[in-house]
């Protein structure tokens, strides 16, 4: 497949947008994931650092591992793609409606300025108490710490604490997936960025958005796996694409 030939979008400012990125416009940050190398992350084996089960078995090594993604998502900095997401909320704040649902946990949207974002994956940057009995469970709070002297437990319980990142076998937080869902339902254009498309069940609101007849939009750098959910398709670096997609957006 051959995608189309990139050009600007003509995006009606009063439009309702959401956009659903992945990894695909992290990597030209210079974030890796365990994907670029074949099941291990940062030499990791992915059931050791991105489970519950690899967390209960070794807390130290999972908290090490958080910490280190931790300081390499504050030594990147936001990409031109970012940055024209970005631009594409301000540009809608007027008349039209604007989410981001991101599959990224660096950070780096709200770093570049985006507001209304939905990290459906969870945060690098939020805390959690792993302790399912525990009210401080539900409530993650803000946390940039990168160097801990002994694992750290929740104040109210006395339990660990974990990452409030969504591992692997677990469930999306309920809250963050029914605001997620309701958008896509309401949208008239979806427009997905560097995402491969198999990774559930986010790889699904696609099909929502195309069966209830919005714009369905993707820019990636191969042809997503559900790629007939999209009436549109743009090959490319996300930095290069983005940019060109929403030309007419940042020279507004
Ligand atoms: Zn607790």
């Known amino acids: 497949m051959a995608g189309h030939k990139v050009s600007a979008l003509d995006i009606p400012r009063n439009a309702a947008v959401v956009v659903l ?7 030209e940050s210079g974030i890796a994931t365990f994907r670029d190398s074949g099941g291990l992350w940062e030499q990791h084996r992915v059931e050791d650092v ?19 993604r931790r300081k390499d998502a504050l ?9 024209a997401i970005a631009a594409l909320e301000e540009y809608l704040a007027d008349k039209g409606s604007f989410t981001l649902i991101t599959q990224n946990v660096d950070g780096l949207h709200s770093r570049a300025g985006n507001k209304n974002v939905l ?11 792993d302790n399912p009995r525990c009210p401080a469970s539900e409530t993650p709070f803000d946390d940039e710490t990168t160097d801990y002297d002994a694992l750290p437990k929740c104040e109210k319980c006395g339990g660990l604490l974990r990452p409030d990142i969504v591992w692997f076998g677990e469930q999306l937080d309920r809250v963050t997936e029914a ?16 995402t491969s498309g198999v990774v559930w069940p986010v790889a699904g609101y696609s099909r929502l958005a195309y069966e209830l007849g919005a714009r369905t939009i993707t820019a990636n750098l191969e042809p997503p796996a559900n790629v007939q959910n999209y009436r549109e398709v743009y ?3 996300a930095g290069e694409v983005v940019p060109m997609l929403l030309a007419n957006v940042l020279n507004d």
């Not at 991105?50 to 280190?68: D, I, Q």
């Not at 030594?75 to 940055?83: E, I, T």
């Not at 990290?119 to 108490?129: D, R, V």
């Open 21 to 27: 990125t992945g990894a695909g416009v992290s990597a």
């Open 50 to 68: 991105a489970t519950h089960e690899g967390f209960v078995k070794n807390p130290e090594l999972v908290w090490r591992f958080y910490s280190l």
């Open 75 to 83: 030594r990147v900095h936001p990409n031109p793609a970012h940055y």
């Open 119 to 129: 990290e459906i994956h969870g945060s690098l940057f939020k805390t959690k108490c």
């Open 179 to 194: 605001k997620a869902m309701h958008a896509v339902g309401e949208c008239e254009i979806f427009l997905t960025i560097g």
């Open 235 to 237: 090959l490319g670096k």
